[in-house]
T-cell receptor, first 114, second 115 residues
């Protein structure tokens, strides 16, 4: 059981470059999320999806775009990377959107923007 | 708005000591859920416990115990007889509101257990 898989695990970008982070889950979960983790700030929600074909903004959506073309995949894009986007990015999923559901997390992507 | 405060940035203990990680939350919702997640050095977040706002019973799971007090808006986590494998970052999180499992996380507490 793979659970939630994120690729790549590490990436270094130059300012202005673009990239896409891929998240895949094999648990048939409806909800998927992208968080970023910064020192002293915990995890903050970037975007989330409540089902195939849907996306919604979280707490810190600026500079990011997402797509959920297939239920099992949730892509996070950076169109023009900035040093402020240097962070560890986590994808997560949950079966439903009720507040009681625990999230299943991927292992994270460490992104550095120079 | 929801907020979670973990005032302890970093804690260092010697193996076999007991340690308590503090978590204070803010929400205006009457229905909400509190969580603790562990992030070991490998990086992946691991779910530890979930508690709903209507259940104030304390819970014990092996060396782990949780104390939920609505009167002080706290959901503290105690590790008894700590072990080196407990070294990790621990996050407290809150889910509240109409729907949507949009967790609000605290800043995390780094726990270092030395042998």
């Amino acid at each position: 059981n793979a659970g939630v898989t994120q690729t790549p695990k590490f990436r270094v970008l130059k300012t202005g470059q673009s990239m896409t982070l891929l998240c895949a889950q094999d648990m048939n979960h409806e909800y998927m999320y992208w968080y970023r983790q910064d020192p002293g700030m915990g995890l903050r929600l970037i975007h989330y999806s409540v089902g195939e074909g849907t996306t919604a903004k979280g707490e810190v959506p600026d500079g990011y775009n997402v797509s959920r073309l297939k239920k099992q995949n949730f892509l996070l894009g950076l169109e023009s990377a900035a040093p402020s986007q240097t962070s560890v990015y986590f994808c997560a999923s949950s079966y439903s959107g009720t507040g009681s559901e625990k999230l299943f997390f991927g292992s994270g992507t460490q992104l550095s923007v120079l | 708005a929801q907020k979670v405060t973990q005032a302890q940035t970093e804690i260092s203990v010697v193996e076999k000591e007991d340690v308590t990680l503090d978590c204070v939350y803010e929400t205006r919702d009457t229905t909400y859920y509190l969580f603790w997640y562990k992030q070991p050095p490998s990086g992946e977040l691991v779910f530890l416990i979930r508690r709903n706002s209507f259940d104030e019973q304390n819970e014990i799971s092996g060396r782990y115990s949780w104390n939920f007090q609505k009167s002080t808006s706290s959901f503290n986590f105690t590790i008894t007889a700590s072990q080196v494998v407990d070294s990790a970052v621990y996050f407290c999180a809150l889910s509240a509101g109409e729907y949507g499992n949009k967790l609000v996380f605290g800043a995390g507490t780094i726990l270092r257990v030395k042998s």
